[in-house]
Structure formats: C-alpha cells, structure tokens
C-alpha cells in the first residue's frame, strides 16, 4: 500500500468514527419529534414525523451531506486511483493555502468551528423545543439552566455524597505505611556508614545526577532514577538509604514492606497512586526527594510466587529445620561453615504476594510517563484549544532493599524503572574491622588494636547490625559488672550470648551430660583434624532452646570460593557424632543425630546433583525434569563412604576425645583456643591442657567413660565422680 513513502489508498476508519455524526444528527430528529408530540398531545407520531420532515428538513440535509461524505472516504480506502486524483486535484489547493499555518493553528481553527457547529445545532433545537428562534435560544439558555438547576442541584448533591462517603473510607483504609521524614529530621550522613566503601562510591555518584542532572541530560542520556541494594539482612542497606537523604538535604519517604498488604481490593492501588502524588508535590517544593522500600520483595511477582529454591526431591531445602524444628538433639546446623548456612537457609523463606494490581500501579508510576500539571492546564486549557504546559522533571530518586532479589518482578527491576543494582554483601575483614572501631569509638573500652583485629576474625559475616549489637551488649555485660568499661572478656562473653542464646536453667545427670559430652568432642576433634578452611570458635554442652550442645565454627580469612574437598570436610564433621555414639557405646545410637544427618545428607545432595562433586557431573535438577532418574544410592554411597572415614578418625582420636570431652564436663563452654589447648596439650585462657598428656590420666578418663556407658546401658542412676586432673609440678613446687 506504499509508493515512494506515500499512502495510496485512504487509512481505514474505526467504525464509532464512521457512524457517530450520522447517529447525532438521528438523535436530534428524535428530540425534535419528542418535542412536537409532548407539546400537543393529541398529534400522531406519523403526523408528527411528516411535520418534523418539512420543519426539520436541515437535518435530513446534513445526514444526506454525512451519507456522502462516508461514502467518498470508503471509496478512497478501497480504490488507490481514486484516492490519488482526490489528494492531487482537489485536497492539493487547500493543503498548499494550510502550509501557511502551523499544525497547532489549525488544529485550534477546527475546534473553534467544530464547537461553533455544535452550539449553532443545540441552539436550533432548544429553539424548537421552546417555540422560539434559536437566537433567542441561545441569549436564554443561561436562564433555562438556571430554571434547571434545583432538580439537577439535588442529584448532583446526592451523587457527590456518595462520592465523598466512598472516598473517606478509601482514605481511611489507605493510611499508614508511609512516614515522612524532613531534612532536619534526617541526622544520618555517610560517615556513618562503615563496612562498605565501594557501594557507598557508587550509591554517591547517583547524588551528583540528583543534583546535577544536567551533567547527563545536557550531553544526551538521561538521569537513572532507581537504586536497588540488595544483600542479606542487615548489612546496612537502610543506613545507607538514610545516608543518602541525610547527605542531599532532601525529604526521605520510607515505605513499610507491609504497607501495600491489604485485604481490600483498590486500596493497595490507591496507596500507590497517593504515595506518588505526594512524592512529586515535594520533589517540586524542595528540589528532589528520596523514596526507599524497604523489604521489597514484599511486592511480589506478576508471575510465580516466590516458592524458594527447589533443592534435592523437588522440595524446599529445609535444611534449617533440623537445627530449628526437631528436639532436643544436637545444634548440626552450627558445624557447617557460615555461607553453606546462608546459601540453605535463604531458600526456606518466600515473599508474601500483595494485592493484585498494586504492583502493577507501582510498575506505571516508575515508568517516567507523567501527566501535565493543574485542573486548569489538563482541562481549561484543552477546551479553550490552548496548548497544555508539559509537566516538570520530577527529581524523584526511588531506593528499594531485599535480601531476595530473586523473586522480584523481572519488569521492576528493568532500566528506566531500577537502573542500578547493587549488592550490599557481607563485610570483608577490613570493612568489620572499620565497623567495630565506629562503633567502639561511642562507648569507653580497653581492647587492643590487636584484639579488635581478631575480634573481626572470629565474626565473619558479623553485618553491622550485628556488630553494634554485639558492642552493645558487651556494654550491658560490664555494666551488669558494675563497671562501665568494656574489656575483652565482656566481648566474648556477649559474643557466645548472641550466637548461643541465654543456656536454660537445668542440669544434665551424670551419664546424659558425659553422653552429650562425647557427642560435641567427636564433633570438635574430627573439625579440628580435617577441616583446615575453618577455626573452631566455640563448644559447648550447655543446653539451649532448641540443642543440647553445638561446636561451631569460623573461617580465619575472608574466602569466595567453595571446593569438593571442604564439603566433604563438612559432611566428616556432621556425621562424626552418629561415628563417635556407636563406638563409645557399644553401637547405641541417640536421636541427637538426626539433624547432623539431614545436614550431611542436603550437603552430599547438592555435591552429587547440582555442583558437580560427585560421582556424575549430570545436574539433578535436569534429570528430575526430564524423568531419567533418581541420585538416592549414589547419595548414600558418599554419605557410607565419609561414615566409614569419620570412624576411622575417632579410632586413632580416642584419648583426644576423652579428653576434650571431660574438658567440656568441667567448663561446659570452651572457647576455640581452649579447644586447641587441650587437643596439643598447652594451655589455654580457660583450660590447661597438659594434664591431658599424661597417660595415667587418660586411663582414668578410660575407666570414667566405662562407668558411664555401663550407666547407660543399665539406665542405672549411679552417681559418678568426674576425675580431677592433677595439679600442675610447677605450683606444687611453689606450695
């Protein structure tokens, strides 16, 4: 249908074009036949439509003008030579004399014709309908409204209280979620946050286009006008939200993650739409603004629900629930290193989805399209054919935070809406380092540069959330001292309050804490041996909330990579207590296993179908989709293989772990070094280790686990008397 760029035959018209001036100009006819019939009742309606035919003949005129018109652009959209001859011979004059005007003038031309068209038309039939001319008509019209207008003041009072009834309960039910703060509310600046120098670069370099937009917009591009920080909880990606507000002098808007929750239909909607009215009201009155949504994947996907990561069998990994849900037994989630937590327990969570439309709602606001301003310049301007003022730039800078990036919605995160993403990650030594020297700067301390240097050690993915409240409560601790000095021994005794809990207020018979005992230091001794990636930090057989006992364990150095070799590590120290139970009683096994065994199994599960460490380099999640086969005997086959490994290890460990596990009868809780100094036979901060060299004692440790096991084996309640280990030479010599 193109020759040289040019349309040959006319465009089709939509058919509500084609018809609707036909089906006015009918509609008019029908008003002036309605008029004549309830002006003299006693005329017929074949009467009255012949005297209408001969009164009102101007409108038959005009729809015979219509017909014709209708039918000249069908011939045009069908018949290209027709069409040709038409724009040539007879459009061709007029479109050279319209060259001279601007499309705006004609544009403004035409609807000045059109409404004079119109009230020339309403004008003659009020006239009719009245018996006057339509002069007259026309001068009297503002007096038949006004003659009008109590019957139609009433309907229009009760439709406009209905409106405002509906419109005050949507308000009331819209409020809440959203706080403003004003810039000398905002104290935060970005001194204030440690820990994370290379996102705070970037995260400053989105302020200078907030504030200078004219560095980009000038050269071409356009300012990016969302910032999405994302990382696990607490890292300090709200700080930096209120850093960036603090640091502008701008309003900062925080929205609640469950501030678009709601059980009405509309009302998620709603919020939306005020939310960012009220944003461009301020973004003009003070020059910029910042919005932050926390939380956001609580907005949901237009897609899947967040379901979480399908792990082995089709199922959320739930490798935290042994850890959390089972009883009482042992904590087997604390011997798997810090991020093989983070990567199992961050699939067991799913985002709840909000109202259906809101996120929608949120979708088009962040598009950019954005209405003219003002009653009187979206709709006076516009009647009186005047050219509407574009809207203004909205400085809008709009921040969301999650720690799960993944089941937001992929057109949120698309450039134009989100432009940048950054990671907020856990911080590196160094950034922990900077963290603890913030935050131990505001109380008064007596640690060393030193030992804060291995504090930041002994914490790896310590975030800093996590890290003021652990100077906090180090605080707490010596002022329950009576001192308002924090020492290092407060330190690590708040450390071990935070990741341990408060210990519950019971005491274990005899024969159930050496059991519980022997369970920790095979954990702890085959940790100590084979798993050189990690430090021991800290045992203990003090019971819990949801454990009996725990070793858990550290990384000495800030590592990214994970190898075959360290998992298997992992699954060695996680089964070594079900490998300690059956050879230091008798092949007797407790239900303390079972969450060391869940972990060892969702490790060997990842290992043998997804990471490729294993005895097949197929991927599970593959096979399970296409239906070729099942992992669960090469599973256990590993899991056997590691088994027979672990015993192997506590045989030739027998006496270390006799050892240890007295040591954790005496203390209850040791620290990593104390750990160590009992397994190399030295000394510790807690626990002198060289008794535990001399073979007698270790005999009597022997005679001491025989007495237990048989307790056991008997459920007798014989007393036993724990051994106490000699007195060092050196302070018989002194005596």
Not at 632 to 654: F, H, M, P, V
Not at 677 to 704: C, K, N, Q, S
């Amino acid at each position: 249908m193109q020759d040289g760029g040019l349309r040959r035959t006319r465009r089709p018209m939509e058919l509500w074009d084609r018809a609707k001036f036909a089906m006015a100009l009918i509609v008019i006819w029908l008003i002036l036949l309605w008029s004549m019939m309830a002006s003299n009742p006693l005329v017929g309606i074949s009467d009255a439509a012949r005297t209408q035919a001969r009164a009102a003949s101007w409108v038959f005129v005009l729809l015979g003008l219509e017909v014709l018109r209708q039918v000249h652009f069908l011939i045009c959209e069908h018949s290209a030579g027709y069409n040709y001859r038409w724009n040539r011979l007879v459009s061709g004059g007029v479109e050279v004399s319209q060259r001279r005007m601007s499309d705006w003038t004609r544009f403004r031309i035409r609807r000045v014709l059109t409404w004079v068209l119109w009230i020339a038309i309403i004008a003659v039939v009020t006239g009719k309908i009245i018996h006057t001319s339509a002069l007259v008509a026309t001068v009297r019209g503002p007096e038949l409204i006004w003659h009008a207008q109590p019957y139609a003041f009433q309907i229009l009072v009760y439709a406009l209280l209905i409106v405002v009834l509906f419109a005050v309960l949507l308000w009331f039910m819209s409020r809440g979620g959203v706080d403003v703060y004003y810039p000398s509310d905002i104290k935060t600046r970005f001194a204030d946050v440690w820990g994370q120098d290379h996102v705070l670069e970037r995260v400053k370099e989105n302020l200078i286009f907030l504030e200078n937009p004219e560095l980009v917009e000038d050269r071409g591009g356009y300012v990016p006008g969302g910032i999405l920080l994302w990382g696990p909880p607490g890292t300090g990606k709200t700080l930096m939200a209120e850093a960036v507000a603090g640091e502008t002098g701008k309003p900062y808007v925080f929205v609640d993650p469950g501030a678009f929750l709601n059980m009405s239909t509309g009302v998620g909607i709603l919020k939306v739409k005020s939310l960012f009215r009220k944003l461009r009201k301020m973004a003009l009155r003070y020059g910029g603004v910042i919005v932050f949504f926390d939380e956001a994947d609580s907005l949901g996907n237009r897609g899947l629900a967040a379901q979480g990561f399908a792990g082995p069998g089709g199922q959320r990994a739930s490798a935290i629930s042994g850890a959390l849900g089972h009883g009482p037994g042992c904590h087997g989630f604390s011997y798997l290193s810090p991020d093989t937590q983070w990567r199992l327990a961050r699939h067991a969570a799913a985002g709840a989805p909000p109202e259906e439309g809101t996120l929608q709602a949120l979708l088009t606001e962040l598009s950019g399209l954005k209405k003219p301003r003002g009653v009187f310049n979206r709709y006076v301007r516009r009647v009186l054919g005047m050219r509407q003022k574009p809207p203004p730039k909205y400085r809008i800078l709009v921040m969301m935070a999650t720690s799960m990036p993944e089941t937001l919605d992929d057109a949120l995160l698309r450039p134009g809406r989100i432009d940048r993403i950054y990671k907020v990650g856990y911080p590196s030594k160094a950034g922990r380092v900077r963290t603890y020297q913030g935050y131990l700067s505001k109380v008064r301390h007596e640690l060393t540069g030193e030992q804060v240097d291995k504090l930041a050690v002994i914490t790896p993915y310590a975030t800093g959330a996590t890290i003021k409240d652990l100077v906090n409560e180090a605080l707490i601790t010596a002022i329950r001292d009576g001192r308002d000095v924090i020492t290092w021994p407060d330190v690590i005794r708040a450390k071990q309050l935070k990741e341990l809990g408060p210990p519950e207020d019971v005491e274990y018979i005899e024969r159930e804490r050496h059991a519980v005992a022997v369970h920790e230091a095979c954990h702890a001794v085959v940790a100590y041996r084979t798993r050189q990636h990690m430090e021991i930090d800290i045992a203990t057989i003090e019971k819990g909330g949801t454990y009996l006992g725990m070793v858990a364990s550290i990384r000495p150095e800030d590592q990214f990579t994970r190898w075959r070799s360290e998992y298997q590590t992992d699954i060695l120290v996680s089964l070594a207590s079900l490998a300690g139970e059956r050879m230091f009683f008798e092949s007797d096994s407790s239900s303390g296993v079972s969450g060391d065994l869940e972990q060892a199994t969702t490790v060997a599960s990842f290992m043998e179908g997804y990471w490729g460490m294993g005895t097949t380099v197929s991927s599970y999640s593959t096979a399970r989709r296409l239906e070729v086969g099942s992992l669960a005997d090469r599973i256990e086959d590993n899991l056997t293989t590691l088994l027979s490994r672990a015993e192997e290890i506590l045989r030739s460990e027998r006496a270390s772990i006799l050892a240890l596990a007295h040591a954790l009868e005496s203390h209850k809780t040791l620290s990593g070094e104390d750990v160590s100094a009992v397994l190399e036979h030295t000394r510790g901060p807690l626990v002198d280790g060289t008794p535990y060299a001399d073979a007698a004692f270790i005999a009597e440790l022997e005679a001491y686990h025989t007495a237990a096991a048989r307790a056991h084996h008997k459920h007798s309640q014989d007393q036993l008397k724990l051994p106490v280990p000699a007195p060092p030479l050196t302070t018989l010599t002194e005596a």
